[in-house]
Nanobody, 116 residues
Framework: QVQLVESGGGLVQAGGSLRLFCAASGSTASLNIMGWYRQAPGNQREFVASFTRGGSSMYARSVKGRFTISGDNAKNTWSLQMDSLKPEDTAVYYC??????????WGQGTQVTVSS
């Protein structure tokens, strides 16, 4: 089992920045892919960014160039630096982890609101 806890959400004006954090505990050595998803009201949850223990990262087209994902394997944490935020980035952001066995774990979510 893996437990994920997010922090760092909040309210920011368009063009501003926020940094989200995810702290993992439990069987963290089993995690292979770590990342972030988001869900806006009325929308399905969508992929934002991820990275693997091998060091490769991926980004949704809508955030590429504005968001940066990074991780600290020793501390079992990862973060999402969000710059040049837009009102359409407003959503609940979820920390996500996938194990080598393809088990998925989710955090409780943190609200990000970008005002225009």
């Amino acid at each position: 089992q893996v437990q994920l806890v997010e922090s760092g959400g909040g309210l920011v004006q368009a063009g501003g920045s926020l940094r989200l954090f995810c702290a993992a505990s439990g069987s963290t050595a089993s995690l292979n892919i770590m990342g972030w998803y988001r869900q806006a009201p009325g929308n399905q949850r969508e992929f934002v960014a991820s990275f693997t223990r091998g060091g490769s990262s991926m980004y949704a087209r809508s955030v590429k160039g504005r968001f940066t994902i990074s991780g600290d394997n020793a501390k079992n944490t990862w973060s999402l630096q969000m710059d040049s935020l837009k009102p359409e980035d407003t959503a609940v952001y979820y920390c996500h982890g996938r194990t080598w066995r393809a088990d998925d774990y989710w955090g409780q979510g943190t609200q990000v609101t970008v005002s225009s």
